[in-house]
């Protein structure tokens, strides 16, 4: 199936600091990917959908000035979180929509804000 | 409003028996339906979908969900269970747009 590659794995940042998380889909191009919010024994909770070349959209209450997306070019799109709070803390996935418009998943970053 | 419901927290099942993990799902149109498995501290893992055809959809290592439209139910069931299947699952549903909403997940925890 096809591969979608997240990195990092896992971060620990300064609390005001901003995160980058990169998205790569390695052997497919993805018009639309999704970025999704895990909290430790919960569902993901879909936080925004990143189009390329265009604003993502993101979920009612998600902050887009704090989480900021961009999908520059078909195989990326990357999650900024920006002045990063211990509240912050999650594991953030995301998900590529393939061409039979199933979503590959990537393995995941653990934000670590101390 | 659309959503998809995993009954259950947790099942226990004891090795070399069946195992069922419930899902029921309420969405508008036909669905795309699926089923996940997360282990610690990983991304999620593909087990199978359901998107037209087939009622009973097969899936990787042995599991299998049955589509049932009048229920609203895509129950996941393997007929022996392994430790290994020892996970965190998820049913989850593609939407228009192709958003995937999740369930809130159920713990699996298969005993020797």
């Known amino acids: 199936g096809a591969v979608v590659s997240q990195h990092p794995s896992w971060v620990i940042c300064k609390s005001g600091t901003s995160v980058k998380i990169e998205c790569r889909s390695l052997d497919f191009q993805a018009t639309t990917m999704f970025w999704y919010r895990q909290f430790p024994k919960q569902s993901l909770m879909l936080m925004a959908t990143s189009n390329e070349g265009s604003k993502a959209t993101y979920e009612q209450g998600v902050e887009k000035d704090k989480f900021l997306i961009n999908h520059a070019s078909l195989t990326l799109s990357t999650l900024t979180v920006t002045s990063a709070h211990p509240e912050d803390s999650s594991f953030y996935i995301c998900?590529?929509?393939?061409?039979?418009?199933?979503?590959?998943f990537g393995q995941g970053t653990r934000l670590t804000v101390v | 409003a659309q959503s998809v419901a995993q009954p259950e927290d947790q099942v226990n099942v004891a090795e070399g028996n069946p195992l069922t993990v419930k899902c029921t799902y309420s969405?508008?149109?036909?669905?795309?339906l699926f089923w996940y498995v997360q282990y610690p501290n990983r991304g999620l893992q593909f087990l199978l979908k359901y998107i037209t055809g087939d009622n009973l959809v097969k899936g990787s290592y042995g599991f299998e969900a049955e589509f049932n439209k009048s229920q609203t139910s895509f129950h996941l069931k393997k007929p022996s269970a392994l430790v290994s299947d020892s996970a965190l699952y998820f049913c989850?549903?593609?939407?228009?747009?192709?958003?995937?909403?999740f369930g809130a997940g159920t713990r699996l925890f298969v005993k020797a």
């Open positions: 998900s590529a929509l393939g061409v039979n418009t199933e979503a590959f």
């Open positions: 969405v508008s149109g036909n669905p795309y």
């Open positions: 989850a549903v593609s939407l228009e747009g192709f958003k995937t909403i």
